[in-house]
Nanobody
């Protein structure tokens, strides 16, 4: 069993910051071979990809968060982070951590966290 546990969500005023963490545990010795992502889902909307960090450390972001969010990883701690600055009400959503490892001779491995609520409101 592999668990991804998100933390760091909460209520913040517009313009504020939050740092989300996603810690991997269980039968996973390392996340170094995994691409790690953050998704979010707002009420009544589809889940959307927010940020990706590859196993090699390259990053990509949704246009809506570019310049405001930063994804990073600490393989030694088996943890991925999402630093969110200049938060807007439209960033309100449940944020999910996702890990994927593509394997050449077997099906890919995919794991999801339970999500953490981020609410941006005055």
């Amino acid at each position: 069993q592999v668990q991804l546990v998100e933390s760091g969500g909460g209520l913040v005023q517009p313009g504020g910051s939050l740092r989300l963490s996603c810690a991997a545990s269980g039968s996973i010795s390392s996340i170094s071979l995994y691409s790690m992502d953050w998704y979010r889902q707002a009420p009544g909307k589809q889940r959307e990809l927010v940020a990706v960090i590859s196993s090699g450390g390259s990053t990509n972001y949704a246009d809506s968060v570019k310049g405001r969010f930063t994804i990073s990883r600490d393989n030694a701690k088996k943890t991925v982070y999402l630093q969110m600055n200049s938060l807007k009400p439209e960033d309100t959503a449940v944020y999910y951590c996702h890990a994927e490892r593509v394997r050449l001779v077997a099906s890919s491995l995919n794991y999801w966290g339970q999500g953490t609520q981020v609410t941006v409101s005055s």
